[in-house]
Every structure is written in structure tokens, then in C-alpha cells.
């Protein structure tokens, strides 16, 4: 986790410098989990977001200004504009050796604090007045943890103590001898002794430490040299305890950004100093809005899709190769003829025949197993040709195979193209793990939870539509949601949306077709071209590609429309 507590406290001086004294402009929902505020201070707008993802938890300020990303608000948004939109920032706290974060602020009708939690799994944003949860991100119940409750118009309940842990600096050589020495498991790590013991101890930089005591981050704690490690530990510290920050990110070549901190890291790709901490974090996550918001978390997936389209367009061209060109297996076939035609002139231990098939061609070198017979020999290459034959009847079925794979990947391309939120995200990491092309970790779902589901809009005239904005929503919407006399709708020839007009029984006017058409459009590679074809047909002329990943189709009776690319939200 690179949100420590350090990097806590560094978000927290770039705070009390930039906003306080703000006045709170605007409040915006910016998507699922994350809340915006503009404020005016310093003579300038000021771009504050804070995420409470259960997996991805952040906060800092951004250079662009913040679009409002939902089409309902979340209560908890609709509060803070009631409350504090227009109030000023008076004051930035972080309580000791916690990784929460206070935004004090001085409303029109009181007193309130934003408190933000931006630890993974436990994330959250509240809206507290006079120690009173008004409302939460992400409601606890005593389900969910019976200290804790995170819920309207409960006290708001500080986490546990934490116990069993020293700062940093007033750790000793003995006491580092110790916390080895009491290490039993031969596999436990150096830094895990570290993150155990001592307070605002994150991996990240209890990894620093032990890679500067001894060469290597991951070093077994039974070959730790205490000293060196008590020696790197305070030339680290030292300078965090002084609030002496030096924020910036290691980046590697292949996969860009690859971390952020308030201390330089050695032991991770190369280091690069920012500006300020909150431009660290922007660089590793990427903006909170805009095309770029995901770019960061596209990248190893667009890498993966790379890497799976180049070997499987390797494999088909090898398949492809191989059919055209039959001149082996016919080699093979010659050749046992020829030792049959010859065989009563072939003597005993012959290990090569030459001989030509026919007048005008040229002259074969026929291999023999002197152990084996004339016809043995023959029978031989009949073997090879028909094994050879077999294997030629199956390439067509290969080669189908390999292009309707090629053409999932590049729906999924276009599906992490189009991704505007970390779940559609997960779904194209999953699709990619589930067909063997992704190593690396898997998919997180946010908040644990359930995946994007598709969308569905009402036109003006109460006509339904449903929207798939990738593989595995299409295949809900065409296969689920539809009926057979429903309209479908495709950007034709390339991957995209497929989008369902629901027939209720009365006529389906045309501008509704071309409604749904743009919106088909909008949702495709072909998002930014001027006009689209878009082909219509009815859904019980649509048929899932026998053997190919979901929502692949193929269909018949379409007509085509030429429609300009609009989002849904054009025609509320």
C-alpha cells in the first residue's frame, strides 16, 4: 500500500499550503466512489477528489478540473452540497501514526469534518458533524464489524489503538536483534519483521529499508544484519520525521509507473522526483476523469492483448502456410509409390533410390531403411503421407478456431478501450485470464463485489433499450434480455456494442432506430469517425459462433443505417 502513513502526512502539509482558507465551490460526485470539490484559495481553483475504492483508495489534488461522472447522486454527495459546498477549509489534520486523513470545514450551518480512510478493503469518505456520522461512502453495519459501525447518525467510532508497536526512531540495536531472533519461519521476510514491529511501516518502505541495509528487498529475516538494518532505518526515517518530503515515482520501461512515494525508492525501477505528492499519485493512478482516468490500470491489459494477438496471428499464419502448401505431402506419397514401382531392382542393404515420378519433373532422393523391406519402406511413407493428410483436414477447423479467437481479442481491445471504471476493466482482465493470456494477478472487483452490468435506457417514447458495453454484457443482452422479435443493432465489420431495441408490440419508429444506432456506434472501435454503418436486424436472426468466446455472433436479413456515434446521455 503506497498510501501510508507518511505519504498521509505528506498529502496533509501540500493540504494545509494549498486549501485552507478555501472556499468550497463545487461538490461533485466523479463516480462510484469518489467525491470532487473545486475551492477557490490562493487566488485559484484548487481540484480535490478522494476515492473510497475498495481496492484502489486515493486522495490528492489534480491539475484538471472534475466532471460530475453520475447520472443519480450518491446521498452522501447530495449531503455535502447541502452542508459544506460554500463553506471555507479551515484546517487539515491526520491523527497519530493513522492513515486518515481530516478535512476540517467551516459551514453555513455549522461545523463539519470530511474524514477520509484510504486503506484497501476498509476504504471510506465520511461526513461527520459534532463526532456524528451524517452519512458514509460505504455504510458498515454490525454485520460487517461489530466495533465500527460507519452508518448515519452514529457516533463515529476512531479505529482501534494500535498496540504492540514502536516509532521508528526510538527502536534500538537490541530490540532489532530481537524481533529477529523471535522469527521461527525459515520463508519470512526481513521487511515483514519491519511492518510487525514498527509504526507507518509500509511494505513499500520497510522493502527500502532492508534493499539499502543489505542489497536485495526480499532477503530472508534469518540473514538480516541487524545493524545495517537499524543504520538504513534511520537514514530513511530521519528525514519523514522532520516532514522533510521528496515525493516522486519508480517507473520501469514495460510497465510505466510502477509506485510512488514521499522517499526515494532504489529498489524499483528508476526514480523520478514530482512536483508534489498529489503529482506522484496522479502519475501512477492516472486523472480521475477523462479518457485518461484508467490509463495506468489499461496498460499491463493492453500489453497482455498485444502479446495474445501477435502469437495467435503467428499461429494462423503458420496454418495458413501449411495449406497452401502441399508439395511435402505429396513427396511423401510419390515417394512410396516409386519404391513399389522399383521394388524388384532394389538390392538388399540399398539405403537411397533415385527416380523420377514423372518425365518432365525433376528427379527424387528417396531415403531407405536398409533393415527394413521394399514394401515395409513403401508402406512407410504411405504412413507419413496419410498422418500428414489427417492433420491437413483439421487446419481449416484450426484456422477458424484461431480467427474467431482473433477476433474476441479484438473485441476485448475495444472493450478496454471504451472501459470507463475499474469493474469494466476487471472484465476484460478476466476474459483475458480465462482464456490463458493473462500471468499476472487476477481481477479485483470493487468492494468485493458484483460485475458492470449493461445498460439500459428509455427513449422519450417509452421504447427500452439495452446497451452491452463489452464481450460479456453482450452476451447477457442478446441472449438474456432479448426476445426474438426485438431489433438488434452492430457497428458493422468491427467489434462493438450490442444494443437491443425491446418490441412491445407497437411499431419501432425509425428515429428510434437511429437513436439506438448511434448509441451501437458510440460504443465501437469506430467511436470517433464521423458517421458509422450500423446493420439492424431481428435478434432471432442471431446465432452465437459455435466454439467461439462470448458474445461472439454471427446473423442474417440485416439492413444497414449510416448513423453519427452518440453516447445514451445525448438523447435524455
Not at 52 to 65: G, I, M, V
Not at 200 to 214: D, K, N
Amino acid at each position: 500500500m503506497y498510501l501510508d502513513v507518511f505519504t498521509i502526512s505528506a498529502l496533509v502539509d501540500e493540504f494545509m499550503d494549498s486549501l485552507v482558507g478555501g472556499r468550497i465551490q463545487d461538490v461533485l460526485d466523479v463516480d462510484e466512489t469518489g467525491i470532487g470539490m473545486e475551492i477557490y484559495a490562493n487566488h485559484r481553483r484548487q481540484y480535490f477528489y478522494a476515492s473510497a475504492d475498495a481496492n484502489r483508495p486515493r486522495l490528492h489534488l489534480t491539475e484538471e478540473k472534475l466532471r460530475r461522472g453520475l447520472q443519480r447522486p450518491t446521498q452522501l454527495g447530495l449531503l455535502m452540497r447541502r452542508y459544506i459546498e460554500g463553506g471555507r477549509v479551515v484546517h487539515v489534520s491526520q491523527p497519530d501514526w493513522e492513515r486518515i486523513l481530516h478535512l476540517h470545514i467551516e459551514g453555513q450551518e455549522g461545523e463539519y469534518e470530511l474524514i477520509i480512510e484510504p486503506m484497501e478493503r476498509r476504504s471510506n469518505i465520511l461526513l461527520v458533524q459534532d463526532g456524528v456520522i451524517m452519512d458514509c461512502m460505504r455504510r458498515v453495519g454490525p454485520e460487517d464489524n461489530r466495533y465500527r459501525l460507519s452508518l448515519p447518525n452514529h457516533a463515529y467510532q476512531p479505529p482501534p489503538p494500535i498496540t504492540g508497536k514502536r516509532e521508528p526512531l526510538s527502536i534500538t540495536l537490541e530490540e532489532i536483534d530481537t524481533y529477529f531472533e523471535q522469527v521461527t519461519d525459515p520463508k519470512y521476510k526481513a521487511y515483514q519483521v519491519l511492518t510487525g514491529h514498527v509504526l507507518g511501516m509500509s511494505p513499500l518502505l520497510a522493502r527500502e529499508i532492508i534493499y539499502r541495509a543489505m542489497g536485495e528487498a526480499n532477503i530472508k529475516a534469518v540473514d538480516a544484519d541487524s545493524e545495517a538494518v537499524l543504520d538504513a532505518l534511520h537514514t530513511i526515517i530521519t528525514p519523514l520525521m522532520r516532514r522533510d518530503w521528496q515525493p516522486g515515482i519508480a517507473e520501469t520501461e514495460d510497465e510505466g509507473v510502477i509506485a510512488y512515494s514521499v522517499h526515494p525508492i532504489t529498489y524499483l525501477g528508476a526514480w523520478h522526483p514530482t512536483e508534489s505528492i498529489s503529482a506522484a499519485i496522479v502519475a501512477y493512478y492516472g486523472a480521475p476523469v477523462g479518457e485518461e482516468a484508467y490509463t495506468a490500470a489499461k496498460k499491463p491489459v493492453f500489453a497482455a492483448i498485444r502479446e495474445a494477438k501477435a502469437k495467435l496471428t503467428a499461429k494462423l499464419e503458420s496454418l495458413q502456410s501449411g495449406l497452401k502448401d502441399d508439395a511435402e505431402r505429396e513427396k511423401l506419397r510419390k515417394s512410396g509409390e516409386l519404391i513399389l514401382a522399383y521394388q524388384y531392382i532394389l538390392e538388399k542393404g540399398q539405403t537411397e533410390l533415385r527416380a523420377q515420378y514423372n518425365p518432365d519433373e525433376p528427379e527424387l532422393v528417396i531415403q531407405l531403411d536398409p533393415n527394413l523391406s521394399p514394401l515395409e519402406n513403401a508402406q512407410r511413407y504411405f504412413t507419413r503421407y496419410n498422418k500428414s493428410k489427417r492433420a491437413l483436414d483439421d487446419v481449416p477447423v484450426l484456422i477458424e478456431e484461431a480467427q474467431n479467437e482473433l477476433a474476441y481479442l479484438d473485441q476485448l481491445e475495444t472493450d478496454l478501450e471504451l472501459a470507463s471504471n475499474w469493474s469494466d476493466i476487471d472484465d476484460v482482465q478476466s476474459a483475458l485470464q480465462a482464456g490463458g493470456y493473462w500471468q499476472g494477478k487476477g481481477a479485483k472487483r470493487v468492494g468485493g463485489g458484483g460485475q458492470s452490468a449493461p445498460i439500459r435506457f428509455v427513449t422519450q417514447d417509452g421504447y427500452v433499450i439495452w446497451v452491452g458495453r463489452n464481450s460479456r454484457q453482450n452476451e447477457i443482452v442478446t441472449f438474456k434480455k432479448a426476445n426474438s422479435d426485438d431489433l438488434w443493432l452492430h457497428a458493422r465489420d468491427v467489434p462493438g456494442a450490442h444494443v437491443i431495441i425491446k418490441n412491445d408490440g407497437r411499431r419501432i419508429p425509425e428515429d428510434v432506430i437511429e437513436q439506438a444506432g448511434s448509441i451501437a456506434a458510440y460504443y465501437s472501435k469506430r467511436r470517433a469517425d464521423g458517421r458509422v454503418p450500423v446493420d439492424v436486424t431481428r435478434v432471432k436472426y442471431v446465432r452465437k459462433i459455435k466454439g467461439a468466446a462470448r458474445g461472439m455472433v454471427t446473423y442474417r436479413n440485416e439492413r444497414t443505417i449510416s448513423v453519427v456515434p452518440k453516447s445514451e446521455k445525448a438523447f435524455e
